[in-house]
Nanobody, 125 residues
Framework: QVQLAESGGGLVQAGGSLRLSCVAS????????MGWFRQPPGKEREFVAR????????YYADSVKGRFTISRDNAKSAIYLQMNSLAPEDTAVYYC??????????????????WGQGTQVTVSS
């Protein structure tokens, strides 16, 4: 069992930056692939980024490539999402998720076994 807690959301102006954090409970964090998803207002949840357990492999949605960076610190049982050049369309609730057994579908919600409660990111124009 893994419990995830996101933090770092808030209100930022367009062009600004935020860094989201997700801290996991449990002793096997280093074995999990981890992902970030987001749910814009009135829309379905969508994939943002994924990092493998070793941090060697990273994947990004096309909409955030070059602006967002996912990273992890296994010693702290944490992952991060550095978000730069934010735009109003990045407004969403951001969720982190943990994947215990990677099935190759890094952008699919049902690839992930555990989810956090989410943190709100609002980008004003």
């Amino acid at each position: 069992q893994v419990q995830l807690a996101e933090s770092g959301g808030g209100l930022v102006q367009a062009g600004g930056s935020l860094r989201l954090s997700c801290v996991a409970s449990g002793r096997t964090f280093s074995r999990y692939g981890m992902g970030w998803f987001r749910q814009p207002p009135g829309k379905e949840r969508e994939f943002v980024a994924r990092i493998s357990s070793s941090a060697l492999n990273k994947y990004y949605a096309d909409s955030v490539k070059g602006r967002f960076t996912i990273s992890r610190d296994n010693a702290k049982s944490a992952i991060y999402l550095q978000m730069n050049s934010l735009a109003p369309e990045d407004t969403a609730v951001y969720y982190c998720a943990a994947d215990s057994v990677y099935g190759g579908r890094y952008s699919a919600e049902n690839e992930y076994d555990y989810w956090g409660q989410g943190t709100q990111v609002t980008v004003s124009s």
